[in-house]
Protein backbone atom coordinates (compact mmCIF):
# COMPACT_ATOMS: atom_id res chain seq x y z
CA UNK A 1 0.00 0.00 0.00
CA UNK A 2 1.21 3.69 -0.62
CA UNK A 3 1.30 6.49 1.76
CA UNK A 4 0.62 10.17 0.37
CA UNK A 5 2.67 12.62 3.15
CA UNK A 6 2.60 16.17 3.58
CA UNK A 7 3.60 18.74 6.04
CA UNK A 8 3.55 22.44 6.81
CA UNK A 9 4.09 25.21 9.42
CA UNK A 10 1.70 27.33 10.84
CA UNK A 11 1.65 30.40 12.49
CA UNK A 12 -1.22 29.76 14.63
CA UNK A 13 -1.76 27.95 18.21
CA UNK A 14 -2.37 24.42 17.78
CA UNK A 15 -6.03 24.72 19.19
CA UNK A 16 -6.61 26.57 16.24
CA UNK A 17 -5.41 24.37 13.62
CA UNK A 18 -7.17 21.64 15.40
CA UNK A 19 -10.51 23.45 15.15
CA UNK A 20 -9.85 24.27 11.57
CA UNK A 21 -9.68 20.53 10.83
CA UNK A 22 -11.72 18.98 13.37
CA UNK A 23 -15.06 21.26 13.20
CA UNK A 24 -17.44 21.66 10.40
CA UNK A 25 -16.80 25.34 10.30
CA UNK A 26 -12.96 25.02 10.11
CA UNK A 27 -13.27 22.17 7.36
CA UNK A 28 -15.71 25.15 5.50
CA UNK A 29 -13.28 27.33 5.95
CA UNK A 30 -10.57 25.36 3.45
CA UNK A 31 -11.14 21.81 2.47
CA UNK A 32 -14.46 22.17 0.86
CA UNK A 33 -18.02 24.83 0.55
CA UNK A 34 -20.37 22.50 2.02
CA UNK A 35 -19.94 20.17 4.94
CA UNK A 36 -22.43 18.74 6.87
CA UNK A 37 -22.90 15.69 9.54
CA UNK A 38 -21.80 15.38 13.00
CA UNK A 39 -18.29 15.61 13.91
CA UNK A 40 -17.97 13.20 16.38
CA UNK A 41 -16.08 9.78 16.52
CA UNK A 42 -17.73 6.88 14.49
CA UNK A 43 -19.81 9.73 12.61
CA UNK A 44 -19.89 10.83 9.26
CA UNK A 45 -19.74 14.14 7.40
CA UNK A 46 -20.33 14.87 4.05
CA UNK A 47 -18.11 16.88 1.40
CA UNK A 48 -19.10 18.46 -1.00
CA UNK A 49 -17.13 20.61 -3.72
CA UNK A 50 -18.35 23.61 -6.10
CA UNK A 51 -18.58 20.94 -8.93
CA UNK A 52 -20.81 18.91 -7.02
CA UNK A 53 -18.15 16.16 -6.20
CA UNK A 54 -19.06 14.42 -2.97
CA UNK A 55 -16.59 12.79 0.20
CA UNK A 56 -18.22 10.86 2.55
CA UNK A 57 -15.76 10.58 5.79
CA UNK A 58 -16.07 8.85 9.13
CA UNK A 59 -14.27 10.29 11.75
CA UNK A 60 -12.18 7.33 13.29
CA UNK A 61 -10.59 9.17 16.42
CA UNK A 62 -9.35 12.07 17.46
CA UNK A 63 -7.12 13.65 20.16
CA UNK A 64 -8.22 17.25 20.84
CA UNK A 65 -5.42 19.34 19.85
CA UNK A 66 -3.28 16.98 18.49
CA UNK A 67 -4.68 14.19 15.98
CA UNK A 68 -7.54 13.25 13.85
CA UNK A 69 -8.04 9.99 11.86
CA UNK A 70 -10.62 10.12 9.55
CA UNK A 71 -11.63 7.36 6.84
CA UNK A 72 -13.28 7.67 3.32
CA UNK A 73 -16.38 5.77 3.04
CA UNK A 74 -17.25 7.24 -0.26
CA UNK A 75 -15.86 9.76 -2.94
CA UNK A 76 -14.83 9.49 -6.33
CA UNK A 77 -12.36 6.97 -7.85
CA UNK A 78 -10.70 4.45 -5.50
CA UNK A 79 -10.92 6.83 -2.37
CA UNK A 80 -13.42 5.01 -0.26
CA UNK A 81 -11.62 2.57 2.32
CA UNK A 82 -8.62 4.78 2.67
CA UNK A 83 -7.46 6.81 5.54
CA UNK A 84 -6.34 10.09 6.72
CA UNK A 85 -4.15 11.02 9.94
CA UNK A 86 -3.65 14.69 10.96
CA UNK A 87 -1.09 14.77 13.31
CA UNK A 88 -0.19 18.37 15.03
CA UNK A 89 2.75 19.32 17.04
CA UNK A 90 4.01 22.61 18.63
CA UNK A 91 7.38 23.76 17.55
CA UNK A 92 10.04 25.63 18.76
CA UNK A 93 9.63 29.19 17.57
CA UNK A 94 5.85 29.38 18.24
CA UNK A 95 4.24 27.46 14.99
CA UNK A 96 2.28 24.90 14.61
CA UNK A 97 3.45 21.80 12.81
CA UNK A 98 0.80 20.25 10.74
CA UNK A 99 1.67 16.39 9.60
CA UNK A 100 -0.80 14.72 7.04
CA UNK A 101 -0.75 11.36 5.83
CA UNK A 102 -2.98 9.97 3.24
CA UNK A 103 -2.41 5.71 3.34
CA UNK A 104 -4.20 2.77 2.06
CA UNK A 105 -3.54 3.59 -1.55
CA UNK A 106 -2.62 0.50 -3.92
CA UNK A 107 0.61 0.85 -5.37
CA UNK A 108 -1.13 0.85 -9.09
CA UNK A 109 -3.45 3.39 -8.69
CA UNK A 110 -3.57 5.99 -11.18
CA UNK A 111 -5.39 8.53 -8.76
CA UNK A 112 -1.95 9.06 -6.51
CA UNK A 113 -0.28 11.37 -8.59
CA UNK A 114 -4.19 13.41 -8.37
CA UNK A 115 -4.87 12.99 -4.85
CA UNK A 116 -0.74 13.90 -3.57
CA UNK A 117 -1.52 17.12 -5.87
CA UNK A 118 -5.06 18.02 -3.85
CA UNK A 119 -3.14 17.29 -0.51
CA UNK A 120 -0.64 20.09 -0.82
CA UNK A 121 -3.02 22.31 -2.23
CA UNK A 122 -5.50 21.44 0.70
CA UNK A 123 -2.35 22.00 3.62
CA UNK A 124 -1.50 25.58 1.78
CA UNK A 125 -5.35 26.66 1.91
CA UNK A 126 -5.66 25.50 5.96
CA UNK A 127 -2.39 27.10 6.59
CA UNK A 128 -4.06 30.22 4.75
CA UNK A 129 -7.38 30.18 6.35
CA UNK A 130 -6.09 29.67 9.88
CA UNK A 131 -3.37 32.47 9.27
CA UNK A 132 -5.92 34.76 7.95
CA UNK A 133 -9.30 34.23 8.61
CA UNK A 134 -10.05 33.86 4.86
CA UNK A 135 -11.73 30.57 3.53
CA UNK A 136 -10.42 29.71 0.17
CA UNK A 137 -11.70 25.99 -0.62
CA UNK A 138 -9.56 23.76 -2.80
CA UNK A 139 -12.53 21.85 -3.83
CA UNK A 140 -14.83 24.95 -4.35
Known amino acids: MST ?7 RAPRD ?10 GLQGWYAPRVT ?14 DGEVFRWKLLSQNPGTSAEW ?9 AGTRVMHR ?26 TCNTLWGILI ?3 RDYVESGSATHALG
Open 4 to 10: ISHAIRI
Open 88 to 113: LSETDDGRTAVEVDHDGWSEEDDAIP
Open 37 to 50: GELAVHEEIVAEAA
Open 71 to 79: ECVSGPGSS
Open 124 to 126: GRL
Open 16 to 25: EVFEAIATTK
